[in-house]
């Protein structure tokens, strides 16, 4: 079935940039999505990009989407303390389902 | 403001105990789902609805029972046959639609004493 990858760790110092990336298996998949979640907190929309798009930035966030590698990633500028959170890439078209699929998350922590 | 609510925050059981968690949102969105998350373990789909009265199993649906009577609420019950229960619990809607995203309650973190 249809599966998405993400590294579990990722580890900054406030200022640099952060990079998580997500690779998924379906090349049909024409939605996904970043999602973020606080400590205790439900998930919540950074970003998406559709399939045909290679990229899109909005403020300090950049996705990229290669699409002939299946992969995605998220790029934070200037990281800073409040980025440290879970983020998840999200596959929401893969196939004929409507269910999403959800990478395990990606802890990102930022050193000050 | 339209959202997407759960309760209670928290929540303890004694073995062998039902307990059910809500879920209510305000958003008119067809769609609704219950996830577990565990540490390092993502989310994990355990039922989802499409429409009033009519759901779907899941990955995990083993010991969760759920209703859906209303548009709005989208109950889960943890039953007594559900072997290891601690874990949070997030409710999310969304469109029914390929694509939508979904919006997420707060969660319910559940611990079994």
């Known amino acids: 079935g249809e599966d998405v990858e993400q590294s579990l760790f990722l580890s900054v110092r406030e200022g640099d940039s952060s990079v998580i990336n997500c690779t998924y298996t379906?090349?049909?998949?024409?939605?996904l999505y970043w999602y973020k979640q606080e400590p205790g907190a439900g998930l919540q929309l950074l970003t998406y990009?559709?399939?045909?798009?290679d990229m899109k930035q909005d403020q300090r966030l950049t996705v990229l989407l290669n699409k002939k590698d299946k992969h995605l990633s998220l790029r934070i500028a200037d990281t800073q303390t409040g980025d440290s959170a879970i983020y998840f890439c999200?596959?929401?078209?893969?196939?004929?389902?409507?269910?999403?699929?959800f990478g395990r998350g990606t802890s990102l922590i930022v050193h000050p | 403001d339209g959202g997407i609510t759960q309760s209670p925050k928290y929540l303890f059981r004694k073995e062998g105990q039902n307990v059910t968690l809500s879920c209510e949102q305000n958003?008119?969105?067809?769609?609704m789902y219950w996830y577990r998350q565990d540490p390092g373990q993502g989310l994990r789909l355990i039922y989802y609805?499409?429409?009033?009265?009519?759901?779907q199993k899941g990955d995990i649906a083993e010991g969760y029972s759920v209703s859906r009577e209303k548009k709005e609420s989208f109950p889960l019950t943890v039953t007594s046959a559900q072997k290891n229960p601690t874990a949070f619990y997030l409710c999310?809607?969304?469109?029914?639609?390929?694509?939508?995203?979904?919006?997420f309650g707060p969660g319910t973190r559940l611990t079994v004493l």
């Open positions: 379906d090349s049909s998949s024409t939605y």
């Open positions: 999200a596959d929401h078209a893969s196939g004929g389902s409507y269910i999403p699929t």
């Open positions: 958003l008119n969105h067809d769609a």
């Open positions: 609805s499409q429409i009033v009265n009519d759901f």
């Open positions: 999310a809607s969304s469109g029914r639609y390929r694509g939508n995203e979904q919006f």
């Open positions: 990009i559709f399939s045909n798009m």
